[in-house]
């Protein structure tokens, strides 16, 4: 078991520290999960948060806290949990798909176009939530761009 000094000095982890192993700290998110789904979110960000502490390499506490501040509101923290998460596993569609809308609630239009094409990419069949809830904000962006560009003639 590694020592403080050696968690302090970045030569170990504070989940080898507190000897938490990788199925315990998948427990703990998959615990976190459920308690953010049956709307138990301050609870699920406690546990959120001390995933992120213990084990920051691990993008499920990311994408837990990157979730639970796109519910509450705060895109730019949302922002900054997804795209960590995104970083640490791309090939998630839910967090593709948080990341794109998030990047959308800030007005960054063009930057959520690759989050939100790549959710699509990472869900083929259409059975992904988060993916389909990237194909409805694309295609509402679309049709919306297409009624500018008719509306634009129009007027000219």
Do not use: C, W
Request: net charge negative.
């Amino acid at each position: 078991m590694p020592t403080l000094q050696q968690v302090l000095a970045g030569e170990a982890g504070l989940n080898a520290f507190f000897g938490l192993n990788e199925p315990q700290l998948l427990g703990i998110a998959a615990l976190a999960s459920n308690l953010y789904l049956q709307g138990q979110v301050d609870d699920a960000r406690t546990l959120f948060e001390g995933l992120t502490a213990v084990q920051p390499s691990l993008y499920y506490g990311h994408a837990g806290l990157g979730a639970i501040a796109l519910f509450r509101g705060d895109a730019a923290a949302a922002v900054g949990h997804l795209a960590k998460a995104a970083e640490l596993n791309p090939n998630d569609a839910s967090v593709q798909a948080n990341l794109g809308e998030a990047l959308l609630r800030t007005g960054d239009v063009a930057g959520a176009a690759g989050p939100l094409s790549r959710a699509m990419e990472l869900d083929p069949e259409g059975r992904d939530e988060g993916a389909n809830r990237a194909r409805a904000i694309l295609q509402s962006i679309g049709a919306l761009e297409s009624s500018i560009d008719r509306l634009q003639t129009a007027m000219a």
